[in-house]
């Protein structure tokens, strides 16, 4: 019995870290491809962007810059992959926010209460040919009018 609770035990760990060790990094700096992008709604009016990822699991830290009318708009956040819960009372709107991994992509969800009601915003990020490049597939919903993005976004 022994022997067998020690094979399962060792088959665990082996699972557990060949899943760790399939999950991409998703380090680097990274410029939008406004032509390979599709956006809609607000997103639409984004003439370009870049942005830096520092992503050390669980450690994943975000920024991003988008010039919209000649004008910078930025964006910044750090979170876990573990799909812990935030919660943040700064900025414009409260927000709870939770990052995942759903194999070898990520899943960030936040919610965002406004006077008009919760706003959801649900992105997954994927690396893409051999990790050149990032897309992030967008769903806005909600309070908000509904929107579907696919960015896409180059490695520098």
């Given amino acids: 019995m022994s ?21 991409p990094d998703f380090s680097g700096d990274w410029t ?70 759903q194999g070898s992509s990520l899943l960030l969800t936040a919610l965002f209460t406004t006077p008009g009601g919760e706003v959801s915003n649900v992105v997954r990020y994927e690396l893409l040919d051999g990790g050149k490049t990032l897309r992030a597939i967008e769903d806005l919903g909600g309070a908000a009018p509904p929107h579907h993005n696919v960015w896409i976004y180059q490695r520098r």
């Fill in 3 to 23: 022997t067998r609770v020690l094979h399962l035990a060792v088959f665990v760990m082996l699972a557990s870290g060949a899943a760790a060790q399939g999950r």
């Fill in 32 to 101: 939008l491809d406004r032509q390979a992008s599709v956006l809609q709604g607000q997103s639409a009016a984004v003439e370009s962007g870049t942005m830096r990822i520092a992503h050390r699991d669980p450690s994943f830290t975000f920024s991003r810059t988008f010039i919209v009318n000649n004008r910078p708009q930025e964006a910044s956040f750090e979170i876990r992959t573990d799909g812990a819960e935030v919660t943040r009372r700064d900025g414009p709107a409260p927000s709870r926010s939770r990052l995942e991994w």
